[in-house]
């Protein structure tokens, strides 16, 4: 575990007076961006977005940053009209420092998070981003971000259009196959059940955890294939000794369709960790 996981963002000063401030606009542009020109109707959702552009070899980090870092926050105004729903994580690069395995943006992402429409009219977002921007170094930054869209049908935004549409396919689903999970001495083993189509498809993939402790990012994940199954091996953390109950994360799949490469993410919610 790196030095920075024991810190809350809090913790790091983001006061507008240190060289975290100073840096923010040679380190990250970051705004917060809509799908849409105009705010829709009451009971539909508005896609709402924190889109960071990085100057080249530095990084921010995604919702669990690995070894060291720590996620970007937002913490947000009170707005009468919309209910503001959680981050929804694009699949992360994989960032290696030194001999540290960290999850997180090079380059550009688009953060994107549902806004709940509770009444018709304008909406007016105020929210304060906090982040933490890498290199050989950590920089903590933060910046206050605002919103304004006039009332309207909530008509798409031909400008954003396109990096929504890019960042949602990297916004991982919900994994649907059947599939277990299972503790066995220091190692955890991964069974997705699939049909013969899909298995011979699977060119590589990459379970990303979702919690600090529950496999040692460094260590080479396995995976092999039976009739049936992919079966992933990665090696535990120091939190199934501690007596972890359950596997969260990610996994990423390539698969080859059509003579090209398909990439796409899927979501693990708590499946219980089984003995053997």
């Known amino acids: 575990m790196g030095v920075l996981t024991f810190f809350t963002l809090a913790q790091l000063n983001f006061s507008s007076n240190t060289l975290a401030a100073n840096h923010e606009t040679e380190l990250v542009k970051v705004a917060l961006i809509s799908e849409a020109i105009s705010a829709p109707k009451k009971g539909t959702i508005l896609w709402v977005g924190l889109h960071q552009i990085l100057q080249p070899n530095w990084h921010t980090y995604w919702r669990y940053a690995g070894d060291s870092g720590l996620p970007t926050q937002l913490k947000w105004g009170k707005s009468k009209n919309v209910e503001v729903g959680t981050i929804h994580w694009p699949v992360p690069d994989i960032i290696k420092v030194g001999p540290l395995v960290n999850y997180g943006y090079e380059n550009e ?21 906090e982040w933490l921007v890498c290199r050989e170094i950590c920089i903590p930054q933060r910046k206050v971000l605002s919103l304004n869209l006039p009332a309207g049908n909530g008509e798409i935004n031909p400008v954003n259009a396109s990096l929504f549409k890019k960042f949602r396919r990297l916004v991982p689903e919900d994994l649907h196959w059947p599939s277990k999970v299972f503790s066995i001495g220091n190692q955890i083993t991964l069974i997705i059940t699939m049909d013969t189509d899909e298995l011979k498809s699977i060119e590589a993939l990459r379970v990303f ?7 040692e990012n460094g260590e080479i994940q396995k995976f092999s294939k039976n009739k049936k199954n992919i079966i992933i ?10 007596g972890l109950k359950f596997f969260e994360g990610m996994i990423n799949i390539k698969r080859s369709r059509n003579g090209s490469l398909d990439n796409r993410s899927y979501r693990i919610k708590k499946l219980p960790l089984l003995k053997r």
């Open 109 to 129: 992402t688009l953060l994107l998070i549902p806004l709940t429409i509770k009444k018709n009219g304008p909406i007016n977002l105020k929210a304060v981003a």
């Open 209 to 215: 955890p979702g919690i600090d402790g529950l496999i």
């Open 233 to 242: 091996n990665m090696k535990a953390g120091y939190a199934i000794e501690e």
